[in-house]
């Protein structure tokens, strides 16, 4: 069974830096065309695909928020960090992590998605 | 990299068929065969109910289609059931070689 979980602070001040996990289970991110992707929803508003990264390393990003996103996995742990730094209230928003497989970089074929976590940005 | 368009609403009975659309550009949308589409019920995660433009992932429905012709890409849906009832989302790989997503289609079936 494959299953996505997302971790990590529910509230966090402006200016901090907002670290979330994804671990991942019946899979392994170290698979050939296997991926990994954050994406974002506002409250009452539409998703924004944030970032993704492969088996290989090799990551893309959010050309807005290329400068403050860094994805990361640790194979060994089967887990998915996204780090976004300098937080500010606009990035109050459910997170959601999500497997894509695919041959090209950088298309999201999302077929497995863990349910989210709430994050308010908030003093 | 912009939002691709897609109508704030749609609406159906039941049983009729409605088609969401999906504008991009000649960068993203019209340049490659690669959109998907997404179903979100109201505090769930979205799943994934067409990819690769007109490809449909084992367990969904065949009353879920898709297509595209030049900058624009459609999700079809027949028989309009009462569950179908959720947002929509399209997404689109694009030229700079990462994905964007549409801003979403609320879909009420009367």
């Known amino acids: 069974q494959i299953t996505l979980k997302e971790s990590g602070p529910t509230l966090v001040k402006p200016t901090q830096t907002l670290t979330l996990t994804c671990t991942l289970s019946g899979f392994s991110l170290s698979t050939s065309g296997m991926g990994v992707g954050w994406i974002r929803q506002p409250p009452g508003k539409a998703l924004e695909w944030l970032a993704l990264?492969?088996?290989?390393?090799?990551?893309r990003y959010r050309p807005s928020l290329k400068s403050r996103l860094t994805i990361t996995k640790d194979t060994s742990k089967n887990q998915v960090v996204l780090t976004l730094t300098n937080i500010d209230p606009v990035d109050t928003a459910t997170y959601y992590c999500?497997?894509?497989?695919?041959?090209?970089?950088?298309?999201?074929?999302?077929?497995?998605w863990g349910q989210g976590t709430l994050v308010t940005v908030s003093s | 990299q912009s939002a691709l368009t897609q109508p704030a609403s749609v609406s159906g009975s039941p049983g009729q068929s409605i088609t969401i659309s999906c504008t991009g550009t000649?960068?993203?949308?019209?340049?490659?065969?690669?959109v998907s589409w997404y179903q979100q019920h109201p505090g769930k995660a979205p799943k994934l109910m067409i990819y690769?433009?007109?490809n449909r992932p084992s367990g969904v429905s065949n009353r879920f289609s898709g297509s595209k012709s030049g900058n624009t890409a459609s999700l079809t849906i027949s028989g309009l059931q009462a569950e179908d009832e959720a947002d929509y989302y399209c997404g689109s790989y694009t030229s700079s070689a990462t994905p964007v997503f549409g801003g979403g289609t609320k879909l009420t079936v009367l």
């Open positions: 000649s960068s993203d949308v019209g340049a490659y065969n690669f």
């Open positions: 990264i492969y088996w290989d390393d090799d990551s």
């Open positions: 999500a497997r894509s497989i695919t041959t090209v970089r950088g298309v999201m074929n999302f077929d497995y």
């Open positions: 690769d433009v007109s």
